[in-house]
C-alpha cells in the first residue's frame, strides 16, 4: 500500500484536534468553576 504516509497524516491531524478539543473544555470548564465558586462566594456574603 503506498498510501500510508496520508493515513498517518490524516489520523495524526485527527488526534491533534482530538486533543485541542479536549484542552479547550478543560480551560472552558476551568473557568466556569472559578466563576461559580466566585458567584457562591458571593451569594453567602449576603
Do not use: C, P
Given at each position: 500500500?503506498?498510501?500510508w504516509?496520508?493515513?498517518?497524516?490524516?489520523?495524526?491531524?485527527i488526534?491533534?484536534?482530538?486533543f485541542?478539543?479536549?484542552?479547550?473544555?478543560?480551560?472552558?470548564?476551568?473557568?466556569?468553576?472559578?466563576?461559580?465558586?466566585?458567584?457562591?462566594?458571593?451569594?453567602?456574603?449576603?
Open positions: 500500500m503506498e498510501n504516509g496520508y493515513l498517518v497524516a490524516a489520523y495524526s491531524i488526534w491533534v484536534a482530538i485541542i478539543y479536549i484542552f479547550t473544555l478543560h480551560r472552558r470548564q476551568r473557568q466556569l468553576r472559578r466563576e461559580l465558586d466566585s458567584l457562591k462566594e458571593k451569594l453567602k456574603g449576603n
